[in-house]
Each structure stands twice: as structure tokens, then as C-alpha cells.
């Protein structure tokens, strides 16, 4: 069965600092990985995908088949960024999404 | 980006009552619908796939009889708690893919469900 794994619950970090989410997982076909987000008092949206190797509002999230990691990154983080995000691995035929437990990211003045 | 919208918002009932929550997809079709369950600072659970036109998929440890699941149309998926209890109390997102992208899934706002 997949699973995802986010080992922070919470990370605080300062204004302009580098901030690194880890997201691992366990899969036993080919994964698609997503980051997900949600801000205060808002509905969960799609950030970013793995296929796409895209960069959305500065983050960036490479996926390291043999580490089986999907670690988001940010090189300078703002205080628009606090928010919590979840990692999610979609399987099954009907594509589901599995979400890791989520990690609650401060940025701190 | 497309819309999902959920209603109600919040609802509280008594024990023993039956509740329904609305997903409606504003401005796609959706042939499938996915209704999760989020407790308080835990990531959002998946408990079933609805289908339109056929039986929703359930997850592993949710019952399909207390949680009814209809897909009416291809714009409208209802969850009903039937018979709700105190345990039952939790935040229910609804999410639906759109077609061509099935891998952006857009997602409800949730509905805080209160059993008293």
C-alpha cells in the first residue's frame, strides 16, 4: 500500500531563510507526487507537481527516486508562505490522492 | 481555475439525525468525485470515490452504509451521515478532478460537521 511521509509536523522559520519540507514515500509503482497547500481560512490548493517540474511562487520540489523523496524547497522564505502543506502521492485507477500528515510552515518576521 | 463549492458550510445536529453535504463542481463536469475526512491538525483522509452514474468505491474501514454517497449528475455529488453520533464530528472536503487533468484535483471548502 502507498504512504507518504511527512516526519514536521512544524517548522519555523525566518524571513529570508532557506526552508526545506521533506515529504517521503512508499510506492510500489511509478510515483506522481504532488505538494499541496493551504492558508489560513482558505481551501486546500494544488502548489505544485513533480511532473511539471515547474517552480510556483519560488518553491521547488525535486523527486529523488532512490531516496524515494520529494522534499519541497524555497531558497528565501516570505511571510505569505506560512501556511500548512501536505504532500500527496496519487494511485489506483480512479487516481486518488494519498496526503501525508502535513507540516505547519511559520515564516517569522 | 475551477470552482467546488460545498454546502452547508458548518452544520450541527443530534445524535441520531441524518445530515447531507453538497459538492457541486460550479464550472466542469466531474465523473468523479472524492469525499474526504480531516480531524482536528490531521491530514485529510480519503473515505470514498464517488462515480457518477454508478456506485461510489469505498475505502477500507468506511462503512457504505453511514456514509451514503449519491452522484446525482455530473456537476453534484451528496454525502450523507445517516444516523450521526458524536464521533462522526469532523470536517468533510469533497474534491473533483477536471476532465483532461485528472491529476488537479480542486478542492470544496469543507463542511465542519457538529453531532451533539
Request: charge should be positive.
Amino acid at each position: 500500500a502507498q504512504r507518504v511521509t511527512q516526519p514536521e509536523k512544524l517548522l519555523s522559520v525566518f524571513k529570508g531563510a532557506p526552508v526545506e519540507l521533506k515529504c517521503n514515500y512508499s510506492y510500489s509503482g511509478s510515483p506522481e507526487l504532488f505538494w499541496y497547500v493551504q492558508y489560513s481560512r482558505q481551501r486546500l490548493q494544488l502548489l505544485l507537481r513533480h511532473i511539471s517540474r515547474e517552480s510556483i511562487k519560488g518553491f521547488t520540489a525535486d523527486l529523488n527516486k532512490g531516496e524515494t523523496s520529494f522534499h519541497l524547497k524555497k531558497p528565501f522564505a516570505q511571510e505569505e508562505d506560512s501556511a500548512m502543506y501536505y504532500c500527496a502521492l496519487v494511485s489506483g485507477s480512479a487516481r486518488q490522492l494519498t496526503f501525508g500528515s502535513g507540516t505547519q510552515l511559520t515564516v517569522l518576521p | 481555475g475551477a470552482v467546488v463549492s460545498q454546502h452547508p458550510s458548518r452544520v450541527i445536529c443530534k445524535s441520531g439525525t441524518s445530515v447531507k453535504i453538497e459538492c457541486r463542481s460550479l464550472d466542469f463536469q466531474a465523473t468523479t468525485m472524492f469525499w474526504y475526512r480531516q480531524f482536528p491538525k490531521q491530514s485529510l483522509m480519503l473515505m470514498a470515490t464517488s462515480n457518477e452514474g454508478s456506485k461510489a468505491t469505498y475505502e477500507q474501514g468506511v462503512e457504505k452504509d453511514k456514509f451514503l454517497i449519491n452522484h446525482a449528475s455530473l456537476t453534484l455529488s451528496t454525502l450523507t451521515v445517516t444516523s450521526a453520533h458524536p464521533e462522526d464530528s469532523s470536517f468533510y472536503i469533497c474534491s473533483a478532478p477536471t476532465s483532461g487533468s485528472s491529476d488537479t484535483q480542486y478542492f470544496g471548502p469543507g463542511t465542519r460537521l457538529t453531532v451533539l
